[in-house]
C-alpha cells in the first residue's frame, strides 16, 4: 500500500445553517478542515496509508480536531505540539447570484509559528512514497514557509514525489511578502503541480492568452491551457506533470467542473461535469487533489483514468457537507462509468 504524507494547517470550521448570511444567524455548525487535511481524508476513504503533519495547540479542540482525524482513517503521529490556538475560519455559503464569503481568525494560530527543526522529516519520510502540500501554508507565515521548503527538499533527497495545489489565498498574504517571491523555490520541488484556472496567473503571471476567469459563462475551451502546462514545466523543470482544474462558474449553486493534465507531451482533458444543487464547494480542488495522487498512484501507466477518477471524485464532493471528501472508489468509478443517476443503493 503506497504511503502519503501531507503537511500544512487544519482549522474549525464554522458556518451558518443553510444560506443564512453572518447577519441573520445565531448559530454556527462545527465541523474541521483544511487543504491538506482534506486530501488526506480523501486518501484515507481510498484505502491509502496517510499521515497528516501540523503543529497543534495543547487543548480540548485541538483534541476533538485529532479524533476527527483518527476516526476518518488519517494519521497524526508526526505532529508536534506548541503554540496557543488552532484557527478558525468562518462561512457564509453563498446562492444563485450572491457568492459564499469565508472571514479567517487563524493569526497566531500553532502552525504559524511553526519553525525549522520542530519537526524530524527523516523520520517522517521513512518508507514513504509522496508529499503533499499547498500554497496555503507557505502563506501563513515566514516560518511555515521555511518549513514546509525543509519538507519538500527533504523529500526531494529522500526520493519521495512532491506535489503542491498552488491554491493562491490573497488574504493570507499578510506577513511582508509576495507569493511569487516565496513559492518558486518550493515549486521547484515539485514533481506533479497543480493549480485552478487563475493560481498560475496570481502567483507566477502564467495564463493562457484572452483568458477570463469570470466570463466563464460555464464554458471553457479545455485546450488553451496546454500552454500553461509548458510554461510552467519550462519554469519548473523537475515537474512531469502539470494539472489544472477548470471551473466554469454559472452562478453559486451551478458550477461546470472538469481539468486537463500535462504531461509535457500529451495534454489530456477530462470529461466535463454540469454540477446543479450544489451542496459545499469548499474542498472541491482539494478532493480533487486526492482523487489525482490516488489516481496517479493507482493507474500509474494511464494519465487519463488518474484525471477522469479526480475530477469525478471532486464532482462528487460538491454533494457533501463539510470540507472532506466522504466517498469511496467505488463510488467515484461508478461515476466514471457514467453513472450519475443518483438511484437509491439497497
Known amino acids: 500500500m503506497p504511503r502519503v504524507i ?33 486530501v488526506a481524508v480523501s486518501l484515507a476513504n481510498y484505502g491509502v496509508d496517510v499521515e497528516f503533519v501540523t503543529r497543534f495547540p495543547d487543548n480540548d479542540i485541538a483534541r476533538s ?35 459564499s464569503k469565508v472571514v479567517y481568525d487563524r493569526a497566531h494560530s500553532a502552525i504559524s509559528e511553526i519553525e525549522p527543526g520542530m519537526i524530524d522529516w527523516e523520520k517522517v519520510f521513512e518508507g ?22 525543509e519538507a519538500a527538499r527533504a523529500a ?3 526520493g519521495v514525489t512532491v506535489s503542491c495545489d498552488l491554491n493562491y489565498r490573497k488574504n ?8 511569487g517571491e516565496v513559492m518558486p ?13 487563475e493560481d498560475a496567473e496570481k502567483v507566477f503571471g502564467i495564463k493562457p492568452e484572452g483568458f477570463d476567469v469570470t466570463a466563464t459563462g460555464g464554458a471553457i475551451d479545455q485546450s488553451r491551457f496546454r500552454s500553461v502546462g509548458e510554461q510552467l514545466m519550462k519554469k519548473f523543470p523537475r515537474a512531469k506533470k502539470v494539472i489544472i482544474t477548470l471551473r466554469g462558474s454559472i452562478n453559486a449553486n451551478h458550477n461546470t467542473w472538469g481539468g486537463v493534465l500535462f504531461d ?21 480542488g482539494d478532493s480533487f487533489m486526492g482523487g489525482l495522487i490516488y489516481g496517479l498512484l493507482t493507474y ?17 464532493k460538491h454533494t457533501i457537507y463539510g470540507d472532506y471528501n466522504l466517498v469511496t472508489v467505488a463510488e467515484v468509478e461508478n461515476l466514471m462509468k457514467g453513472d450519475a443517476s443518483g438511484r437509491v443503493s439497497r
Open 172 to 179: 493570507l498574504w499578510k506577513y511582508g511578502k509576495k507569493a
Open 185 to 197: 523555490a518550493l515549486t521547484e520541488c515539485c514533481d506533479v503541480i497543480l493549480g485552478n484556472e
Open 300 to 316: 500509474k501507466e494511464d494519465p487519463q483514468k488518474a484525471l477522469n477518477f479526480a475530477v469525478a471524485a471532486s464532482c462528487l
Open 264 to 284: 509535457g507531451k500529451t495534454l489530456y482533458e477530462s470529461p466535463r461535469y454540469d454540477i446543479t444543487h450544489i451542496v459545499d464547494r469548499v474542498g472541491g
Open 156 to 158: 526531494n533527497r529522500l
Open 65 to 99: 480536531c485529532i479524533a476527527d482525524l483518527h476516526k476518518h482513517g488519517v494519521g497524526t503521529r508526526f505532529c508536534v505540539t506548541g503554540g496557543e490556538r488552532l484557527g478558525i475560519y468562518f462561512l457564509e455559503t453563498g446562492a444563485v447570484a450572491r457568492p
Open 6 to 38: 501531507t503537511f500544512g494547517e487544519i482549522m474549525l470550521r464554522l458556518a451558518t445553517p443553510g444560506y443564512l448570511r453572518f447577519s441573520q444567524t445565531d448559530s454556527f455548525t462545527a465541523t474541521f478542515g483544511g487543504g491538506e487535511a482534506n
Open 128 to 149: 514513504a512514497d509522496w508529499f503533499h502540500w499547498t500554497g496555503i501554508t507557505p502563506a501563513l507565515s515566514e516560518g511555515a514557509a521555511a518549513v514546509c521548503l
